[in-house]
């Protein structure tokens, strides 16, 4: 049986999962991704966070094994992230702004010039948008825009540029891909912010979703290829970056579940293959043990108490349905990802 990367590459496409070393080289994730990936993501291990988790020390131990999974692989590899309120160390939030970005500046220099040559794609920027809390620009107030500066976020940009010309760069974000107004609201402040840097030549070369899904939310393929075909004018490729399925509410038994999360992973990955911009489609994390959903103190719980099954193989690694339909989602690919579909190709 062809594995899912070697399907979507009936596309020109790549297909993967993000990864913590923790479990990455444990079974059954270590033969899955044998099997499966052709990208891998750092789930957490490039996070500022935890790489510097106290004042002046750096552990690169993770990062360093994430990398070296992937060329053991011989899978493209997304860094993520350089730049993201929540993985920013805690004790920066006091400093002043002039410090802050001296901090900010080392960390994202040091971090791609490790491991320059090596990275498909950096996360530059990640989750800077918030419309929904009323900024007349529709970006998120966080330490990252007050000690940055959000008129400053092209500057990250060009720093990762000059720290690795070959790498492609992504402004990363959520809410974006379903029929709901508050993700069309997200759209729309995401194409104005993309409009603006393209405007300014600001080097972005892809816009990165991150598809976590929802049962509980409406889907419009219509409306999601109308939203591709407007990056696609502003020159961007598309990367699928985070994708997995929330059964928070769904009822019925774990077939009738499983029924519903693979019919909304098909209608996704579908609309995916049917556009020359869309490039990859990274899960985030391998089977329903790993996955953050079903981890303490994160993500939404369900009432009954069950944990969720949102990604396409069980505990124990076997395929669910979700995987049935997405392997024949990716067989039945007739449009080609275009690698001249981006600006800097």
């Known amino acids: 049986m062809p594995g899912l990367d070697q399907l979507a590459q009936l596309g020109g496409r790549r297909y993967g999962f993000a990864v913590h070393p923790s479990y990455a080289d444990k079974a059954p994730v270590a033969g899955l991704l044998r099997q499966h990936a052709g990208v891998i993501t750092a789930e957490n291990a490039m996070k500022w966070r935890h790489i510097q988790t106290v004042f002046g020390g750096r552990d690169y131990t993770d990062a360093d094994k994430v990398v070296a999974l992937a060329v053991s692989l011989k899978a493209d590899f997304r860094g ?58 529709g970006l998120r107030e966080s330490v ?47 194409l104005r912010l993309l409009e603006t840097w393209v405007k300014r030549a600001v080097p972005v070369d892809v816009m990165g979703l991150q598809a976590h899904l929802d049962l509980s939310r409406r889907f419009s393929a219509a409306k999601l290829l109308a939203f591709f075909d407007e990056l696609q004018a502003l020159g961007l490729t598309i990367q699928v970056t985070e994708l997995d399925v929330r059964d928070s509410t769904t009822t019925g038994s774990l077939v009738e579940r499983d029924t519903a999360v693979a019919a909304l992973y098909k209608d996704f990955i579908d609309v995916c293959i049917s556009h020359p911009a869309v490039e990859m ?44 339909a997405v392997a024949a989602s990716l067989r039945q690919t007739k449009v080609k990802f275009d690698k001249k579909a981006g600006r800097n190709v």
């Open 80 to 137: 993520h992230t350089l730049a993201w309120h929540q993985s920013t160390p805690a004790y920066l939030s006091v400093v002043s702004p002039a410090q802050f970005i001296r901090a900010q500046t080392d960390h994202l220099q040091t971090l791609v010039a490790r491991y320059r040559g090596r990275i498909h794609t950096w996360d530059v920027l990640n989750e800077a948008i918030e419309p929904d809390l009323n900024q007349s620009d």
């Open 281 to 324: 489609m990274v899960m985030w994390n391998v089977t329903d043990a790993d996955t953050w959903i079903n981890r303490w103190g994160q993500g939404q719980r369900r009432s009954d108490g069950q944990p969720m099954r949102p990604t396409l193989f069980d505990d124990q690694g076997q395929p669910k349905r979700a995987f049935e």
């Open 144 to 190: 990252l825009s007050k000690q940055w500066g959000s008129a400053r976020y092209p500057a990250l940009f060009e720093l990762a540029r000059a720290a690795d010309p070959e790498a492609k760069l992504a402004y990363n974000d959520f809410g974006l891909e379903q029929d709901e107004p508050w993700c069309e609201r997200r759209r729309r402040a995401v």
